[in-house]
């Protein structure tokens, strides 16, 4: 009962954000779960054994984020003042994956989200196919699965996935597509939406067994325990962080070439 309330709260949050939320709201909503997923991504991180990432991977975020114009300069000044902090360390094997992973983190937690921003600002239509198109596949992904789910998908990384319940989570991922769009943005052709649906949930799929990988590492279940019920955030968006960007470029060519 705990995780049906938080996942209909989620849901209700989610839709008032990307349908009616103004757009300072949205943005706060976006840093939030930016900053959040970082935190949660440095926890993994330090499972790893690694320095657990700080305060320059979320500077480093919040450029991605508000400021793409001056992305690389202000990357690379970041850079220049993460790897001078890192000097201090009494181990000198620890800088170099320590400064790594601030910045992967920062392109991890932070990017999708300035994605969903630019995402909304083209459609709010747009932006619900990057994320909602993932959820309907998780749906049709666990039904399928645990009904005729025989073949293991990644049993290392995560045993409980198949083959079978991956290819029902690309098709609820295409139903809900074709239904979406072709009652809200009819103009998109037909073949388009189904071939962003379904790269979009291939993508999202990625996402889900990536952080799976590093949940594994760390030797955790849950990235977090925000959510109640769910884990961490990390756990919740984990396939819209790898949806978000794959959505935009896809729907940007669409737009250019009118295909």
Same mark, same amino acid.
């Given at each position: ?57 979320? !500077? =480093?975020?919040? %450029? ?6 001056? +992305? /690389? @300069?202000?990357?690379?000044? $970041?850079?220049?003042? &993460? !790897? =001078?902090?890192? %000097? ?6 620890? +800088? /170099? @994956?320590?400064?790594?992973? $601030?910045?992967?983190? &920062? !392109? ?21 196919? &990057? !994320? ?21 998908? &990644? ?105």
């Amino acid at each position: 009962m705990k995780r049906i309330v938080t996942a209909i709260a989620l849901l209700a949050v989610a839709v008032y954000l990307i349908f009616w939320g103004p757009s300072w709201l949205f943005l706060t909503a976006a840093t939030y779960l930016g900053i959040t997923c970082y935190f949660e991504y440095s926890g993994l991180v330090a499972g790893h054994g690694i320095q657990r990432p700080g305060i320059w991977g979320v !500077l =480093a975020g919040l %450029l991605i984020l508000f400021s793409p114009g001056v +992305v /690389l @300069p202000g990357l690379s000044l $970041v850079m220049i003042l &993460a !790897l =001078a902090a890192a %000097l201090r360390y009494a181990d000198l094997r620890d +800088v /170099l @994956p320590h400064v790594a992973c $601030v910045f992967l983190g &920062a !392109l991890y937690a932070f990017a999708p989200w300035h994605f969903a921003v630019l995402l909304r600002q083209m459609s709010v239509h747009w932006l619900l196919l &990057a !994320l909602a198109s993932n959820w309907a596949g998780d749906s049709a992904a666990y039904y399928v699965g645990r009904s005729f789910g025989k073949h293991r998908l &990644a049993p290392v990384v995560s045993p409980k996935k198949s083959w079978e319940g991956a290819a029902g989570s690309v098709a609820g991922s295409v139903i809900f597509g074709v239904i979406y769009m072709g009652y809200f943005m009819p103009s998109v052709r037909l073949w388009t939406v189904v071939l962003i649906a379904v790269v979009a949930n291939i993508a999202g799929q990625f996402g889900d067994l990536a952080e799976s990988a590093m949940k594994r590492g760390a030797g955790v279940k849950d990235s977090g325990n925000l959510l109640p019920g769910h884990g961490g955030m990390l756990d919740r968006v984990d396939s819209s962080l790898f949806a978000l960007p794959v959505v935009y470029m896809l729907a940007q060519v669409s737009a250019v070439t009118g295909l």
